[in-house]
């Protein structure tokens, strides 16, 4: 299942002190980097869409990174995905 993860950095954290951590940190077994991006801003630092076997992983994650970063876990699918469910839904119950 694929998950969108938003990390906000917490004011007690610096970004010098975030980058040194994600240099050598590696997302847990189970969970697969799908893309990864660093935003300019100040509200989120980070977004990152994995793909995980199990909630497992992504609360391993979770764990690694929330005494600098406040995060936001949803699942997510994509476009493709979206739009066959919705075709589906519109061509409704099989007879």
Same mark, same amino acid.
């Given at each position: /299942?694929?998950?969108?993860?938003?990390?906000? =950095?917490? +004011? @007690?954290?610096?970004?010098?002190?975030?980058? @040194?951590?994600?240099?050598?940190?590696?997302?847990?077994?189970?969970?697969? /980097?799908?893309?990864?991006?660093?935003?300019?801003?100040?509200?989120?630092?980070?977004?990152?869409? @994995?793909? +995980?076997?199990?909630? +497992?992983?992504?609360?391993? +994650?979770?764990?690694?990174?929330?005494?600098?970063?406040?995060?936001?876990?949803?699942?997510? /699918?994509?476009?493709? #995905?979206?739009?066959? /469910?919705?075709? #589906?839904? #519109?061509?409704? =119950?099989?007879?």
């Amino acid at each position: /299942m694929l998950f969108v993860v938003m990390g906000k =950095p917490k +004011a @007690a954290s610096t970004g010098k002190e975030r980058i @040194a951590r994600r240099v050598s940190w590696e997302y847990p077994v189970g969970m697969r /980097m799908v893309a990864e991006y660093w935003p300019m801003s100040t509200e989120v630092a980070v977004i990152a869409v @994995a793909e +995980a076997d199990n909630v +497992a992983s992504i609360m391993k +994650a979770i764990v690694d990174w929330d005494d600098v970063f406040d995060l936001t876990v949803v699942p997510a /699918m994509t476009a493709e #995905q979206g739009l066959e /469910m919705a075709k #589906q839904m #519109q061509a409704g =119950p099989a007879a």
